[in-house]
């Protein structure tokens, strides 16, 4: 099974009370969202694991149209920047008024600005992340936020790659995704996500399934030899073979140490 099916199995299963998970550690997260086009979030959010993460109510995401919160006529949030040049900037009051509206209901653990010049983001930073209570995710549009925003609310900000999107929404989605899903109790098998590229600083190992052996290929044999040990050690060296031909960059003198 695949990480979909196994999903899809537990579905059967009456919910854990509370969220399950670790013991002394409190299950769930609240992840609110401020967006301009807040349907560019409901696919992504609204299906396979995202859904059942919060079916169970292990996931709590809310999504916050910004115009509906605009002191300004007609539902405006942006304006010509100072200065002059191309593209519209995302005015700052609207977003306070609603930052500081969500702010009053709840303490959150981190303001989250997606923007291209963020902190790259990385599953080490993901599993940082999982470990809060309360996250909100401001998504830039245009030519992002006025400055003052990201200086008076703002408490990390993030990248998930070295290029532009037209909006922070899709953006925001990959985060949330990557985050859900560490959340205990969120995947069936709750190892699954310790054993997922970059958790230990290599890319994921080969993987195969049924039949053994297909076109003429065959699974190799240590796999199917019955010995945890012996295909632990070969998964591992074939995760360093593989992130040391793809991802060298990734081979931190920490990562060497453990091979």
């Given at each position: 099974?695949?990480?979909?099916?196994?999903?899809?199995?537990s579905?059967?299963?009456?919910?854990?009370?509370?969220?399950?998970?670790?013991?002394?550690?409190?299950?769930?997260?609240?992840?609110?969202?401020?967006?301009?086009?807040?349907?560019?979030?409901?696919?992504?959010?609204?299906?396979?694991?995202?859904?059942?993460?919060?079916?169970?109510?292990?996931?709590?995401v809310?999504v916050?149209?910004?115009?509906?919160?605009?002191?300004?006529?007609h539902?405006?949030?942006?304006?010509?920047?100072?200065?002059?040049?191309?593209?519209m900037?995302?005015?700052?009051?609207?977003?306070?008024?609603l930052?500081?509206?969500?702010?009053?209901?709840?303490?959150?653990?981190?303001?989250?600005?997606?923007?291209?010049?963020?902190?790259?983001?990385?599953?080490?930073?993901?599993?940082?992340?999982s470990?809060?209570?309360?996250?909100?995710?401001?998504?830039?549009?245009?030519?992002?936020?006025?400055?003052?925003?990201?200086?008076?609310f703002?408490?990390?900000e993030?990248?998930?790659?070295?290029?532009?999107?037209?909006?922070g929404?899709?953006?925001?989605?990959?985060?949330?995704d990557?985050?859900?899903?560490?959340?205990?109790?969120?995947?069936?098998?709750?190892?699954?996500?310790?054993?997922?590229?970059?958790?230990?600083g290599?890319?994921?190992?080969?993987?195969?399934?049924?039949?053994?052996?297909?076109?003429?290929?065959?699974?190799?044999?240590?796999?199917?030899?019955?010995?945890?040990?012996?295909?632990?050690?070969w998964?591992?060296?074939?995760?360093f073979?593989r992130?040391?031909?793809?991802?060298?960059d990734?081979?931190?003198?920490?990562?060497?140490?453990?091979?």
């Amino acid at each position: 099974m695949n990480e979909e099916q196994n999903q899809e199995a537990s579905d059967n299963h009456t919910p854990p009370s509370g969220g399950g998970g670790v013991e002394g550690r409190s299950v769930g997260i609240r992840i609110d969202i401020i967006s301009v086009v807040p349907d560019l979030l409901q696919s992504p959010l609204g299906h396979s694991i995202m859904k059942r993460a919060q079916q169970r109510g292990l996931l709590e995401v809310h999504v916050h149209n910004l115009r509906d919160h605009t002191p300004y006529k007609h539902g405006q949030v942006d304006d010509y920047q100072f200065g002059g040049g191309a593209g519209m900037v995302m005015m700052p009051e609207p977003l306070a008024i609603l930052i500081e509206k969500l702010q009053s209901e709840r303490t959150y653990d981190e303001v989250i600005y997606m923007t291209p010049d963020g902190d790259s983001f990385n599953q080490q930073t993901a599993n940082r992340l999982s470990m809060k209570g309360a996250l909100l995710i401001i998504c830039g549009h245009y030519k992002g936020i006025d400055e003052r925003i990201r200086q008076k609310f703002v408490t990390m900000e993030v990248s998930i790659g070295d290029y532009v999107l037209s909006g922070g929404e899709l953006a925001a989605a990959v985060v949330v995704d990557a985050v859900g899903r560490l959340i205990p109790g969120v995947l069936n098998d709750e190892t699954s996500a310790l054993l997922d590229s970059f958790q230990d600083g290599l890319l994921a190992p080969p993987v195969y399934t049924r039949p053994a052996e297909w076109r003429g290929m065959a699974v190799p044999d240590i796999l199917l030899c019955g010995d945890p040990k012996k295909i632990d050690a070969w998964r591992h060296e074939e995760a360093f073979r593989r992130t040391e031909e793809r991802r060298p960059d990734l081979l931190s003198d920490d990562v060497l140490g453990k091979t």
